[in-house]
T-cell receptor
Framework: EAQVTQNPRYLITVTGKKLTVTCSQN?????MSWYRQDPGLGLRQIYY???????DKGDVPEGYKVSRKEKRNFPLILESPSPNQTSLYFC???????????????????FGPGTRLLVL | AQSVTQLDSQVPVFEEAPVELRCNYS??????LFWYVQYPNQGLQLLLK??????LVESINGFEAEFNKSQTSFHLRKPSVHISDTAEYFC????????????FGGGTRVLVKP
């Protein structure tokens, strides 16, 4: 079954304690992305990756790190979490669009189930 | 830069009544448009999308959306809602020149009442 998995699904931590949220996809997708969802703000992109070893900042990258050592995995790292990073996090993946015109496969992003993070 | 506005944060509606969720976007280039649905305590699922061709697109569960380029809108409609349509709905755009990045609106929470 084609899917994007995230772990953990729920996490309560304290300020400053490093944590990693894992994301894995089994669809051989080049493109992967992390979003955070906050009430009234929709989803905002944190970081994205166009392929292995290629990552770039999204709209709200402060306080986060990512890595893309393997095609299937795209972990999100919070080196020193703060309460303002309390949020619902989603990982997504898709085929990578190579130009300005996308195919159906390239424009369909698959989302993970979400990770609810509470930083005390 | 692209942006997406969903004008209604919450829409209460009675079962079997019609519903319209409004979405406007701003972009200087051609865009691809999407509606995602998030059921309670679940992730996002793609509801429907406009890439090209007919400006009226439909989903398998009775929703439809119409791309209006002159008004930069992509409103979502359903003629008769069910209790199971209770969810949050997100409009999103992807610009041709910005790779796969999706820009989301703030979401519209639909509460269907019996």
């Amino acid at each position: 079954e084609a899917q994007v998995t995230q772990n953990p699904r729920y996490l309560i931590t304290v300020t400053g304690k490093k944590l990693t949220v894992t994301c894995s996809q089994n669809m051989n997708h080049e493109y992967m992305s992390w979003y955070r969802q906050d009430p009234g703000l929709g989803l905002r992109q944190i970081y994205y990756s166009m392929n292995v070893e290629v990552t770039d900042k999204g709209d709200v990258p402060e306080g986060y790190k990512v890595s893309r050592k393997e095609k299937r995995n795209f972990p999100l790292i919070l080196e020193s979490p703060s309460p303002n990073q309390t949020s619902l996090y989603f990982c997504a993946s898709s085929k990578r669009r190579s130009g300005t015109s996308g195919t159906l496969a390239q424009e369909t992003q698959y989302f993970g189930p979400g990770t609810r993070l509470l930083v005390l | 830069a692209q942006s997406v506005t969903q004008l209604d944060s919450q829409v209460p509606v009675f079962e079997e009544a019609p519903v319209e969720l409004r979405c406007n976007y701003s972009s200087s280039v051609s865009v691809y448009l999407f509606w995602y649905v998030q059921y309670p305590n679940q992730g996002l699922q793609l509801l429907l999308k406009y890439l090209s061709g007919s400006t009226l697109v439909e989903s398998i569960n009775g929703f439809e959306a119409e791309f209006n380029k002159s008004q930069t809108s992509f409103h979502l409609r359903k003629p008769s809602v069910h209790i199971s349509d209770t969810a949050e709905y997100f409009c999103a755009v992807s610009e041709g020149a910005a790779g796969n990045k999706l820009t989301f609106g703030g979401g519209t929470r639909v509460l269907v009442k019996p």
